[in-house]
């Protein structure tokens, strides 16, 4: 399987997700340095040090080198007034892919029609992250044992939440999918999310409690209230309202596994000792995937 | 050949640049990791992502490896008052070599005087940066065909573009240059420039249209007006006074060629198309001839 | 000799200090890529080149790789308000070894109560910076040829300098040890200290001149005044009190060591012969063993 540039969740049909899944477990238990002599950039205009350590991490495990920058909206030339464009052009002739982060939509795509190497999206405004769906989507397969005929609530921030767009996209993909949106009104998934819904058969619902629906999903997708991203009064009436605690995670099914994009903050409220002990919190592994699902890609893009 | 600081243009003379070249066209085909176990310190004051990323990408190609540093300015012990000497001192026990780029003029030799490891100059106040200036000059070689006996326009930014005052000086070292500088008044060539030029037999004219100029020459260099260094009625006055567009390139001999140190903004105003199939647009392959051209320098440093 | 995390000076006792600087001196002369395939994780939320890049260094020069945040506090999902913890459970999955750097006196201790992968103390708040301090007395033992029964003078800002507290935790591990704490009443050491030396039984007093003790000792460890953790007022008060000059030097015994963790400003005022060509001017040397010291560590850590 080769692959060109990854840009949205969308791009992925179903049996490239599956080769991509098989190549992950083969990587996660151990690589021969098949990109040996390959540098990957890591072209930050958003920092994340989460995203840009994972890539890094690897294509380090990969035998792989790295070019970087945190913070390329005030230390690179975009300060002067550069196009994305152009920063990609002369970036791709220093190294054989580029992983970008930006706060604009659309910049992705700018970049990969003019990029002679391969681009990836590491998260674009508050459109797509299609990495993180992945490992996501990589995480429900490894936990819960299959992907079609789940049941699953995407719980807190689904307005601005930019994981739960592309996970519902990439769920789009698969049979038999039910989705329960928990949202306040004011944070709830857009239009263009439940016209997406319609159109590929996705039967989902959209509710305002979380207590109730719990014992009914083979996994809880939380987010958090992205405070960055919104208005003072939209924050305040939105955090706290949705919360998982040592109580209510009992309401959760046995064989069912609690996930987070992460960071989490007051939306899970869960002791050490849960979080190590209770194999339904998952969200720990999920990050640890990311690494697996991200050397799976670059290898896919640069082998 | 063996380097030992790479400090100011005016350090190369005929001989060296094309033994530079020579080591640069090899390289570009095909590098054994010469510098396999070395480690290059980039040590960056003023960021600048294209430099640094360039550095770190030829060092890695050779096989070597980088620690860095992308806000030294903020992020060391600079902001704690110690001296440049004292940082280099420091860092040179942990490097095999080091790329500074620092605000102040006068920085890098400094650092040189003090260093047990090569100094190389990552472009210094508005001073000098030299190891643009080489790719500058590589790019013209391998595009014009030859050196000795060009016509060159330097437009723009003349006063504050650090690029322009190196280039000359290089210049200096060939035979039979003519150099049309065109410039608004307030940011014409400084006077040390023209001195240096006429002691070295160099041919220069100071000019304010551009059109005029534009079918005699064999290289337009480009420059922006670079508003960070400049007040802001200086900025006013000048901006889009000069602009290559789809127009008036076609005054441009078939033969000759457009630089630009980039990024550009304003001052370039040409489609997609004409960017990747004019041949006469030269500036991106003149970046990426940046990358060969450190990794020669850093093979003549420390291989 | 295998370690598990390093968090504090106390951690190490004599026997291990002195396994510690064989391997040193094993490594300062020849490493055969022990660490070939490790990935080293450097999350400083306080930035600092200096201890970054040695670390960084180190881990290269063994032959591993390093995934790097300069500035955490700002770029990482702390800003988002997350846990130290979760940050370190997730960051270990992408790494073998984390370096940490925090403003808080805690962090570390959280840190390493959930990392699955060892965790190093790069300077935490005003508390420890053991590998400072491992490298400070390794510089003891090898310029002045032993440990047990030197008298050193500490001199500056020993209220809130974490190297000179983290010293002290680590002489009380040796015999016949002296210190002359030499400060302004306002910048003394603290009483906690105080107690650990007089359970330790090491001899110390309290003095406010300099010149009078420095015929004595066979170390002076110079501080700054660190300007960034204090008031104005302290500041004004305290800089510029305790100075080496070309002049006091002459009072150091030939066979003394003046140390300073680095970085110097006003506190030692040495011309560039002197500091080069004077024995008894030992910081950069001192700064030098920090590379071999640290990759002793991070031999002991992960080989």
């Not at 399987?1 to 049996?15: A, H, R, T, Y």
């Not at 920063?87 to 580029?98: E, L, P």
Request: aromatic share 8%; with cysteine.
């Amino acid at each position: 399987m080769k692959l060109k540039n990854i840009i949205e969740s969308q791009q992925f049909d179903e049996e490239t997700i599956f080769e991509l899944f098989k190549k992950t477990d083969e990587l996660r238990i151990g690589v021969k340095k098949p990109l040996d002599g390959k540098i990957l950039a890591t072209l930050f205009y958003e920092p994340s040090t989460r995203t840009r350590l994972s890539f890094e991490s690897a294509m380090l495990r990969m035998g792989g080198q790295v070019i970087s920058t945190e913070n390329a909206k005030e230390f690179s030339s975009a300060i002067k007034g550069e196009s994305i464009e152009d920063s990609v052009r002369v970036i791709s002739t220093y190294s054989d892919a580029i992983v970008i982060r930006h706060f604009e939509e659309g910049a992705l795509e700018k970049a990969a029609s003019v990029s002679p190497v391969p681009v990836i999206n590491g998260g674009s405004g508050s459109g797509q992250h299609p990495t993180q769906t992945l490992l996501d989507i990589y995480t429900i397969w490894k936990e819960v044992g299959k992907i079609d005929g789940i049941t699953i609530a995407m719980v807190g921030d689904l307005k601005y939440g930019r994981t739960v767009r592309s996970l519902c996209y990439l769920l789009g993909k698969f049979k038999n999918i039910k989705i329960i949106f928990i949202a306040p009104k004011a944070l709830s998934i857009n239009q263009d999310i439940k016209d997406y819904l319609k159109r590929k058969d996705v039967s989902f619902e959209e509710r305002t409690e979380l207590d109730k629906y719990l014992p009914e999903v083979d996994v809880v997708y939380m987010t958090r209230i992205q405070k960055e991203r919104m208005s003072e009064k939209e924050y305040e009436e939105s955090k706290g309202l949705y919360k998982i605690t040592e109580k209510n995670l009992q309401l959760i099914k046995k064989t069912a596994r609690l996930l987070h994009p992460l960071p989490h903050v007051e939306e899970i409220q869960l002791s050490l000792e849960t979080e190590n002990k209770d194999q339904r919190v998952a969200y720990f592994r999920q990050a640890e995937n990311g690494l697996y699902v991200r050397m799976a890609l670059l290898s896919c893009l640069l082998d």
